[in-house]
């Protein structure tokens, strides 16, 4: 590493207790090493169920998911 690289460790977090040790473990670590820590995480969106028929999902200005009504024919 150069000296103006920083050190970092990427750590998955499921809300598992394992996780949860992987993360504390991390910050420990880049406490020591005067880094930082990116904890990250992943979803999607469950498959539809009954009763979401008349929703569609709207990306809005501000980058997040918001639900609307469709419409009914």
Do not use: K
């Not at 420990?28 to 990116?38: F, I, K």
């Not at 904890?39 to 709207?58: D, F, K, N």
């Amino acid at each position: 590493m150069s000296g103006n690289d920083t050190f970092s460790i990427t750590v998955g977090v499921d809300g598992s207790a394992e996780s949860r040790t992987a993360l504390e473990w991390a910050v420990g670590e880049t406490r020591l090493r005067h880094g930082h820590v990116r904890a990250v995480t992943a979803w999607e969106y469950p498959p539809a169920t009954v009763g979401m028929e008349g929703l569609r999902w709207v990306l809005t200005s501000s980058n997040r998911w918001r639900g609307e009504r469709r419409p009914m024919p």
